[in-house]
Nanobody
């Protein structure tokens, strides 16, 4: 019933910025936790950032100090602001959401981010 749709990916120069969005539809409840993950060719999927319904945020690996996760006022949308991008950030970025009463996790289909000069 729940669908997650990511947007905002694209091609950027090294040092540039992108803002990704993920919107959840089909749920009458706000999310408990939303995560951003990414997967590059030949690499394992890794989590990059987490936000809880209380607004607590967590960052992982090279996302620390460069990325910012936030949620919209409607509590069904999450954003990932990515600054100072480098080619190693090239990957498909996925959002993943968990809802009250153990519903989920639900995954989006991903959005491609390519960092290249």
């Amino acid at each position: 019933q729940v669908q997650l749709v990511e947007s905002g990916g694209g091609l950027v120069q090294p040092g540039g910025s992108l803002r990704l969005s993920c919107t959840a539809t089909g749920s009458s409840k706000a999310f408990d936790v939303m995560n951003w993950h990414r997967q590059a060719p030949g690499k394992e999927r890794e989590r990059v950032a987490t936000i809880t319904w209380t607004g607590t945020t967590t960052y992982f690996g090279s996302a620390k100090g460069r990325f910012t996760i936030s949620s919209g006022d409607a509590r069904n949308t999450v954003y990932l602001q990515m600054n100072n991008l480098n080619p190693e950030d090239t990957a498909v970025y996925y959002c993943e959401a968990e809802f009250p009463n153990g519903n989920g996790p639900y995954w989006g289909r991903g959005t491609q981010v390519t960092v290249s000069s």
